[in-house]
């Protein structure tokens, strides 16, 4: 007798999925803790936007399926047309809408090697298949990305600066990547750190959404606005992508309490800018301080850093992960984004700071 069991399979590519896996918690030993595992902001939430989130109350209520205080204050901040912004349940579901909307079997989406790892995910979900573009000098290489266009290719997913690396590519290069690639194809630029971003060559894709009918842009509320509890993201679209999305979203896929604190954040720009304060001063302290202590660490424009250990005697990256996480500095592993020997570091408060630069410097002793 057949004793295999009959039972619901998921679409293909559901199973070739790996799972995500988010930057841990909590620390080994009993000491303080700093996390700086997720890329989060050491600077909290504007107490405008914490003030608004305890002012919600009628929870017997729908939430406002439209989002609309949201999109008006980000519309009114930015300077863009509220009807061409979508917000999201934290923008990796705007990530995943639009891979629901584009792609389907036989459809190819490329990102690049060290790409953020939720695109694969999004890509296979919706049973597509993913194509990765090598990186030069661990940043995108837009000639790599066009040599593996094909008739196939629905969608291109660019994070600009990436995650885990930190690095970018200026602006004229994402041009000259819109430009190769064929109309029917839509260019997401995911730029989920450009409020930390100073460099003059850098946009984030405001005017190419504007100006073209394929480039979308995603937003965060997770990193600069000290909101990734809330589940807050953006998307600023040409209106024909927009009435796409909107078609396949949950009809309340925003809470009534990630609408407000959103709205309160997004008009603080004050929070904001010390927030970009305090990374433009510790940004370049810790890199230079792991560098002095021999450390590799590729230059980042976002919040965080990656750092490259040597492998000799027994220091490497998980390692010193393990030593790290004894003393109450939680960094992360990338692994998964094909850096099995470097740790990505969020940075922090001035006492996280240092104190990793402290163990860092007894770990390789
Ligand atoms: C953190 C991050 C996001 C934001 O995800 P949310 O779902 O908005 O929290 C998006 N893209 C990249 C590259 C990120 O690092």
């Not at 017997?60 to 999201?88: K, M, Q």
């Not at 202590?293 to 027994?314: A, K, M, Q, R, Y």
Request: charged content about 20%; glycine content about 8%; aromatic content about 8%.
């Amino acid at each position: 007798m057949d004793q295999q069991v009959v039972r619901p399979v998921p679409r293909p590519g559901v199973l070739a999925i790996d799972p995500y896996v988010p930057g841990k918690a909590k620390a080994t030993g009993g000491h303080k803790l700093h996390k700086l595992s997720s890329n989060e902001t050491p600077l909290g939430a504007s107490p405008k936007a914490i003030e608004a989130y305890r002012s919600i109350s009628n929870l017997e209520f729908y939430p406002d399926p439209a989002a609309t205080a949201l999109r008006e204050a980000i519309a009114d901040v930015y300077g863009l047309n509220a009807s061409r912004i979508i917000a999201g349940n934290g923008s990796d579901e705007i990530l995943s809408l639009l891979a629901y909307a584009y792609l389907g079997e036989g459809d190819e989406a490329i990102f690049t090697e060290h790409g953020f790892l939720v695109y694969k995910i999004a890509i296979l979900a919706a049973g597509a298949t993913p194509v990765v573009a090598p990186e030069k000098d661990r940043t995108t290489d837009v000639d790599a990305i066009l040599e593996r266009v094909t008739e196939k290719t629905k969608m291109v997913f660019l994070a600009n600066p990436n995650n885990p690396t930190g690095t970018y590519i200026p602006f004229s290069e994402v041009r000259r990547l819109h430009a190769g690639l064929p109309k029917t194809c839509v260019l997401v630029l995911d730029a989920a750190y450009a409020e930390y971003v100073r460099r003059n060559d850098y946009e984030a894709g405001i005017e190419l959404v504007g100006s073209s009918e394929n480039v979308v842009m995603t937003r965060t509320f997770s990193k600069v606005y000290g909101l990734p509890a809330l589940r807050v993201g953006w998307g600023y679209a040409p209106d024909h992508i927009i009435d796409a999305l909107h078609r396949i979203r949950g009809p309340f896929n925003m809470n009534a309490a990630a609408i407000a604190a959103g709205a309160a954040a997004v008009r603080d720009q004050a929070f904001v800018e010390a927030a970009i304060d305090h990374n433009e001063k510790w940004l370049p302290w810790v890199s230079e301080e792991l560098t002095k202590l021999g450390l590799e660490v590729t230059p980042s424009v976002g919040n965080f850093i990656l750092i490259h250990f040597p492998d000799v005697d027994g220091k490497r990256a998980a390692d010193a992960d393990a030593y790290l996480l004894e003393r109450g500095c939680v960094l992360r592993q990338v692994a998964g984004y094909g850096f099995p020997n470097a740790l990505r570091m969020s940075i922090g408060t001035e006492e996280a700071n240092h104190d990793v630069v402290a163990a860092l410097r007894e770990f390789l002793k």
